[in-house]
């Protein structure tokens, strides 16, 4: 009976443990939702305020493609307001993808603080001394009067005017333009084809000496099918490229070829092909595509590295 006493002994200090260590990360605020440019959970806002805001930083994002957000929030705590934002900010993935140009104003009301949350692109243009500047003369005096709108929007006022100095992507051209569904964009038939080639050439033959001429075929027919499917959304053309890749591997493909092995084949040829390296060149393509589709509601960037300042009013 002594074992059993110390067993559940030490089972209650575990469970004691665990429910300390765990309690702090249930203490922390749940990030809302990215709905809107302007997130008002106090209710301070008008509706013709917050609507008015929401404009302006709709149009700075249409001009110059940089998401500004502003969240208000009763209070932060546990947290301390700039680790809140950083969390935020990371979340809401503000700023466009492969830039990163995005700016988080959050307010605590409750707490009397604020914060600019600056992502990693924009701390050249908005770095902390100027995002302390902008807090203490444009949101401090107003927030002081209660003009919180009004402080917002001088803020977003002075924050678009140290953008527009900064050499960004036009919106819509290059890096971090937005990307519409591969579906909607069409196929990149050069890529397709370079896929396709190395795909059932290389792939081929590796699958047919593992598994034989019949089970290579109908493996490396349904891998090419479902890359033909993903890569082009058009079954007609997945259940073509599947059929060249069963064809070639069971039919044609590979004869003498030894899967990984750099032995000479009947014909002269010498592959040192492995299945590690088409698997993993497999492996590369697929996080390729899946890195492209990336993103959130918002412009898929979120890169804050803790830039910004914060004050109080």
């Not at 805001?53 to 700075?60: N, S, V």
């Not at 140290?162 to 890529?191: C, F, H, M, S």
Request: glycine share 18%.
């Amino acid at each position: 009976m002594l074992h059993v006493a110390v067993l559940r002994t030490f089972l209650a200090i575990f469970c004691i443990a665990i429910g300390c260590g765990a309690g702090p990360a249930r203490a922390q605020r749940a990030v809302p939702p990215f709905t809107a440019h302007v997130t008002d959970e106090t209710g301070t806002l008008g509706a013709a305020e917050r609507e008015r805001l929401e404009a302006r930083l709709a149009g700075i994002e249409q001009r110059r493609g940089t998401q500004i957000a502003v969240l208000m929030v009763r209070t932060t705590a546990p947290e301390d307001i700039a680790a809140f934002a950083n969390r935020v900010g990371n979340a809401w993935k503000i700023g466009r993808k492969d830039v990163g140009d995005g700016v988080l104003v959050v307010v605590a009301r409750d707490d009397r603080r604020m914060r600019i949350e600056v992502a990693k692109a924009l701390e050249g243009a908005i770095p902390d001394i100027a995002a302390a500047r902008i807090i203490d003369e444009a949101m401090k005096p107003r927030f002081r009067a209660g003009d919180y709108a009004g402080g917002l929007d001088a803020a977003i006022g002075q924050l678009d005017a140290r953008i527009e100095g900064e050499n960004l992507p036009t919106p819509g051209v290059g890096a971090g333009a937005p990307q519409a569904p591969r579906g909607e964009r069409g196929t990149d038939w050069g890529d397709f084809a370079i896929f396709l080639f190395f795909g059932v050439m290389v792939g081929g033959p590796v699958a047919r000496g593992i598994f034989g001429n019949r089970l290579g075929g109908l493996i490396m027919g349904g891998v090419v099918g479902l890359f033909a499917f993903l890569f082009t959304a058009s079954p007609w053309l997945a259940a073509a490229a599947g059929l060249v890749a069963l064809l070639y591997t069971g039919l044609f493909g590979g004869r003498g070829v030894t899967a990984g092995r750099g032995r000479r084949t009947g014909a002269g040829f010498s592959t040192g092909v492995g299945t590690g390296a088409v698997l993993g060149s497999w492996s590369s393509d697929s996080g390729s595509s899946s890195s492209d589709s990336g993103g959130s509601s918002s412009g898929g960037g979120g890169d804050f590295g803790g830039g910004g300042a914060s004050g109080d009013w």
